[in-house]
């Protein structure tokens, strides 16, 4: 697969991770790709970040912001989606560093009526301050820098590490979207566009990449497992506000009671909103 792929980083308010996650990207072993960070309603300092890279990155990169309204990351990915231009989107959370294959591997298993699931390595608190504050790259770290951060408790598991890129990821339970997790993923546009992108109704923290995987195997699409080519390494961060998570469960077990792969309030919606134009801001 030789086209353009959209990478979208979703963040909120934390611009020094943000920093780190596009260092890590500008580094990529594949270069055919772009950039767009969807923006939850961060303070400034966000766009600072954005714009210095867009200096440095010597990829093109996109700001899309909208109003801090509480947790909405349904709908600014939405919203990255539509001024997208890649034919295959990869979706990462604002504190996942990526390795200097990360794109090329999912480049490599990216495969028509598929999307994909990649794995994270969860580093400590302590580790995470210590890369913030002094500008580490752990993205480049060797294996034996990796052996002795677990043996210190600095990261949580490291096998995914031993093989940056296997080449082979595992198509069992190509059905099953229970386990998959939303920070690192992939789809085609086309089949984004099938069932109509995230759903924004789910409001809050839980369930939209659960709404999502569902509605796309609901659709045809298979999972692929890609647990051993595209791991990322996963920044701290305390836990978040999970005050509207038993809604959005219900919110999912209804979708799952019924036989709808589009999104109720998805990418047709926002660009039938008569905000859209307003909101859709891509900044400079």
């Not at 939303?182 to 659960?210: C, I, K, P, Q």
Request: glycine fraction near 8%; charge should be positive; aromatic fraction near 8%.
């Amino acid at each position: 697969m030789a086209d353009l792929i959209s990478v979208i980083v979703s963040t909120y308010n934390r611009a020094d991770a943000l920093d780190a996650v596009l260092r890590s990207l500008s580094t990529q072993s594949d270069r055919n790709f772009e950039i767009i960070v969807a923006d939850d309603g961060s303070r400034p300092d966000t766009g600072e970040v954005v714009a210095r890279w867009r200096t440095r990155a010597g990829i093109p990169l996109k700001h899309v912001w909208h109003e801090d309204r509480g947790f909405r990351l349904a709908e600014i990915r939405n919203r990255a989606i539509l001024v997208s231009q890649g034919a295959y989107c990869i979706f990462r959370d604002g504190d996942c560093l990526a390795r200097p294959g990360f794109i090329a591997a999912h480049r490599a298993v990216a495969q028509p009526g598929w999307f994909v699931t990649g794995s994270r390595l969860l580093l400590s608190q302590a580790l995470t301050a210590h890369v913030l504050a002094s500008g580490l790259a752990p993205e480049q770290w060797s294996f034996g820098r990796w052996i002795g951060q677990r043996l210190r408790g600095g990261v949580n598991r490291i096998g995914p590490l031993l093989l940056p890129w296997s080449g082979v990821s595992a198509k069992r339970n190509a059905q099953r979207w229970r386990g998959a997790r939303g920070s690192n993923m992939g789809f085609w546009r086309a089949d984004l566009d099938a069932v109509d992108g995230f759903d924004a109704a789910f409001v809050g923290w839980g369930r939209e990449d659960s709404d999502m995987f569902a509605r796309m195997i609901r659709h045809g699409i298979r999972r692929r497992n890609a647990r051993l080519d595209a791991t990322v390494l996963h920044l701290w961060h305390p836990e978040q506000d999970r005050s509207r998570l038993d809604e959005n469960q219900r919110q999912l077990d209804q979708l799952l009671n019924e036989t709808r792969v589009r999104a109720r309030q998805g990418l047709s919606a926002l660009q039938a909103s008569s905000e859209c134009a307003a909101r859709e801001v891509v900044l400079p």
